[in-house]
């Protein structure tokens, strides 16, 4: 049975496993289902945006991404709630993709950073069935697909769709579109970039120790600097509200 708690108004999965190929399977139980991975932006930013909350709220699957939401769900359910990357499960999900035929799709990115990381994704997973990609133009609020580029991704008959645009345009994304596909859909962030190599991955140890941010804001500052200073500094202020009245 899926474990769910309230963290911070979002129901979120609490998983006490890192057995990536176990979570993978359990996805697919249902068709169609919705995945997403919350770390303190997303979570900070639910508690602003409506219409990220509701896309949460309305997704099957939302998983602990960062180190600080994973021990939150600890404080909260008393469990022994485990960080659940989202790249790690997409690597369990192309494995069972090329041992079960299951096709996989892509959609976000720059087309360079997408060729990339099929080139990496298909060296790394001999016989991985990529049945689409698709790198769509820069456009500023949400992304609308054509009815054309619709039924492009509908004809590609793909049972995994990896949506890399970013939070909250790649939530809001999956929310509006989920049901019209049958397929998984999991927004995946960052994930694209690192398994591409156009950006470096934070170290494991990092992320075991929630200092992934740190690795990245360095990395990357200009871009970084203003979510991490608001949104981990909104996150500390509503932890320690949290601590000293339980609630």
Not at 76 to 104: C, H, Q, T, W
Not at 166 to 183: D, H, M, R
Not at 191 to 203: E, M, R, V
Request: aromatic share 12%; glycine share 8%.
């Amino acid at each position: 049975m899926v474990e769910r708690t309230l963290t911070f108004g979002r129901k979120t999965i609490v998983e006490e496993t890192r057995h990536f190929d176990v979570i993978a399977s359990n996805i697919t139980k249902k068709t169609g289902q919705s995945v997403f991975f919350c770390n303190v932006h997303m979570l900070m930013l639910s508690q602003e945006d409506p219409v990220l909350a509701k896309a949460m709220d309305k997704a099957d699957w939302v998983f602990a991404d960062s180190a600080p939401v994973a021990w939150l769900q600890r404080r909260i359910s008393g469990k022994d709630a485990k960080v659940i990357p989202g790249y790690k499960i997409m690597l369990a999900i192309f494995d069972r993709a090329v041992k079960n035929g299951e096709k996989i799709g892509f959609l976000g990115s720059t087309p360079d950073v997408i060729s990339q990381l099929v080139n990496n994704l298909s060296a790394r997973f001999e016989g991985l069935p990529v049945a689409y990609q698709y790198s769509p133009p820069f456009m500023q609020g949400e992304l609308v697909l054509t009815p054309e580029e619709l039924q492009e991704l509908k004809d590609a008959d793909i049972q995994w769709l990896f949506v890399g645009l970013g939070c909250p345009k790649q939530e809001k994304w999956i929310a509006t579109y989920s049901g019209k596909l049958n397929c998984h859909t999991l927004g995946v962030g960052a994930a694209f970039d690192w398994l591409s190599g156009s950006i470096k991955k934070p170290p494991d140890w990092m992320e075991r120790f929630g200092l992934a941010w740190v690795f990245r804001l360095m990395n990357n500052p200009r871009r970084m600097w203003s979510r991490y200073l608001i949104y981990n500094t909104k996150f500390l202020i509503r932890v320690s509200g949290f601590l000293i009245r339980g609630k």
